[in-house]
């Protein structure tokens, strides 16, 4: 079945320290998303990319970076720079411009 | 700066008790409306796109209708395994989009 697979489901990060989360896609989709959920909030978006070795900073790009080798690939990295990471982060893909945004089942990542 | 505001926050339902959703929406030159549907600790999963004003989309117990200055999501008959956050959001630039806060909907058997 194709889809968007985030990896781990669960993450925990010690003070200081640069963690990885996993997305990849199945899809052949262009464009891939990164958002932050937090408890009663809509999603904000992190970073976006809409084609393989291009990416640009969304609206809470501080202290998250991000890679495009690959089509069907996109990791995030919270970096020690993110004084707040506690959240739900959630990735996205989707095939074209107007076309709906496509989601994995997201990565809840706490602060040890 | 672009906005997205839905309500209410939270809405309970005896099942078979029909009610709207609303999504009001400060965007310029909006592309199109999008509403998905959240279970807890899922992604959301898509449901409709709006183009325009006088649009309509449905499927099954759910219609989506869009005005100028805001969208319903208008739920016919709801059953428990309806429950759940719904999210809409506003596209108006490429292909990014603006997010409401979601509504929890919870529909009592």
């Known amino acids: 079945d194709g889809g968007i697979t985030q990896s781990p489901k669960y993450l925990f990060r010690k003070e200081g320290q640069n963690v990885t989360l996993s997305c990849e896609q199945n899809?052949?989709?262009?464009?891939m998303y990164w958002y932050r959920q937090d408890p009663g909030q809509g999603l904000r978006l992190i970073y976006y990319?809409?084609?393989?070795?291009?990416?640009q900073k969304g609206d809470i790009a501080e202290g998250y970076s991000v890679s495009r080798e690959k089509k069907e690939s996109f990791p995030l990295t919270v970096t020690s720079a993110q004084k707040n990471p506690t959240a739900f982060y959630l990735c996205a893909s989707s095939i074209g411009d107007l076309q709906p945004q496509h989601f994995g089942d997201g990565t809840r990542l706490s602060i040890l | 700066e672009d906005q997205v505001t839905q309500s209410p926050e939270a809405l309970r339902l005896q099942e078979g008790e029909s009610s709207s959703l609303n999504c009001s929406y400060t965007?310029?030159?909006?592309?199109?409306l999008f509403w998905y549907r959240q279970d807890p600790g899922k992604g959301p999963e898509f449901l409709f796109t709006?183009?325009?004003a006088g649009e309509e989309k449905e499927k099954e117990r759910l219609k989506a209708t869009l005005t100028k200055k805001e969208s319903f999501l208008h739920i016919t008959a709801p059953k428990p395994e309806d429950s759940a956050t719904y999210l809409c959001?506003?596209?108006?630039?490429?292909?990014?989009?603006?997010f409401g806060g979601g509504t929890r909907l919870m529909v009592k058997p």
């Open positions: 709006l183009y325009s």
């Open positions: 965007v310029s030159g909006l592309r199109g």
């Open positions: 990319s809409q084609i393989v070795n291009d990416f």
């Open positions: 959001a506003a596209n108006n630039a490429g292909n990014m989009l603006t």
């Open positions: 899809l052949n989709h262009d464009a």
